[in-house]
């Protein structure tokens, strides 16, 4: 099937982007307004970016009326925020901030979570995340400012990372099954990162046993 | 544990990164050069922008040398670039394409991979992934010209989709299990997205039974 997307409507076009591009890491994302109200969102068009500058990004999209979300707008205001790792443990919790809630009132609240202080911005961070990573906002970049869906990249610079020691293994790494990450899919839909395989790299792939991913 | 990025390696705080934001999609890029070689390598900094513009990223970083990557020169160069999406069957492919080739080898053949033609743009797509997005680079955004590892953010606008018509499901959307797309972990590291589960949205998280992931 071949589609051309400037014949879908917005809600197909998102549908196609949120079946394929899976799983998708999910960044919830802490900011705080000028006025100090503390807001929590998750997105799942996020990214880390590279080790120079340390600095990763996430994309929350214009609202449907064309005005940006709380959490776009206290990264901009502001120039912080946090990007907290979501596990099993909270992923309940998590989608519960994703309720869009009367103004001035804290997502933090409405899911029973506590606020841990960041060490470097105001911001809180979620206590009881494995991993927060605390950011500036280095650059926004509105690919259609004021347009209803309008697309927006936050970059973000990382100057404090927190870690859970209980995450660490023996050599250091995060041990992605303490982690127990969540991923996200379409819909309602969301995976584990339990079933894991190790692949080669490169050449020596070629040469290795079929990957078994059951 | 609370880490100051400034005091590590920059392999310290990548092997940070990439253990902690997962799961990560995968987009297998497939460019041209201006002098027709194509080109084909896997990135795991991807994510969907928005529906309007109708827009996807990747971050190619540079080479440690302080060099762009081959798919970050195409897509600039030619203004074109394709992501692929990557399935169990096709993972050991796509490590193989991985490998550091020779200038004017191509990936697909190494991997043994056929070329099949796009719509709209000059790159070619990979023959048996089940979605393709065809894109124009709409934007490049340099975080660190000349420098090593720097991060680079390829933002492209998606002008033509390829579906697989076996992954659809009978409400014309993309079946997770037909597509069994895999993710990118820490290291050698791959995950399945064979397990599921559904969490209601919002404010119903909250009174919903504890998701099991098992």
Same mark, same amino acid.
């Given at each position: 099937m071949q589609i051309d997307p400037a014949k879908l409507d917005i809600t197909e076009r998102y549908k196609l982007q949120i079946g394929a591009i899976v799983p998708r890491p999910i960044a919830w994302v802490s900011t705080r307004s000028e006025s100090g109200v503390s807001n929590l969102a998750p997105f799942s068009f996020f990214s880390g970016i590279a080790s120079e500058p340390y600095s990763l990004l996430f994309c929350p999209s214009n609202k449907p009326d064309g005005t940006e979300k709380d959490t776009l707008r206290n990264a901009s205001a502001t120039g912080e925020f946090v990007v907290n790792i979501v596990t099993e443990a909270q992923a309940q919790q998590m989608s519960a901030t994703a309720e869009n809630l009367p103004?001035?009132?804290?997502e933090f609240d409405f899911a029973g979570l506590i606020e841990a202080p960041s060490a470097v911005v105001k911001p809180p961070r979620v206590a009881g995340a494995p991993v927060s990573f605390e950011c500036r906002t280095r650059e926004i970049v509105r690919?259609?400012?004021?347009?209803?869906?309008g697309g927006n990249v936050v970059i973000g610079e990382i100057v404090q990372v927190h870690v859970d020691d209980? @995450? @660490?293994?023996e050599r250091r790494r995060i041990d992605p099954e303490r982690l127990a990450a969540v991923g996200r899919m379409a819909g309602l839909t969301y995976c584990s990162t339990r079933q894991r395989v190790d692949i080669p790299f490169g050449a020596k792939a070629l040469d290795a046993p079929a990957p078994s991913f059951t």
């Open positions: 103004d001035g009132e804290s690919l259609a400012p004021g347009m209803p869906n209980a @995450i @660490i293994d």
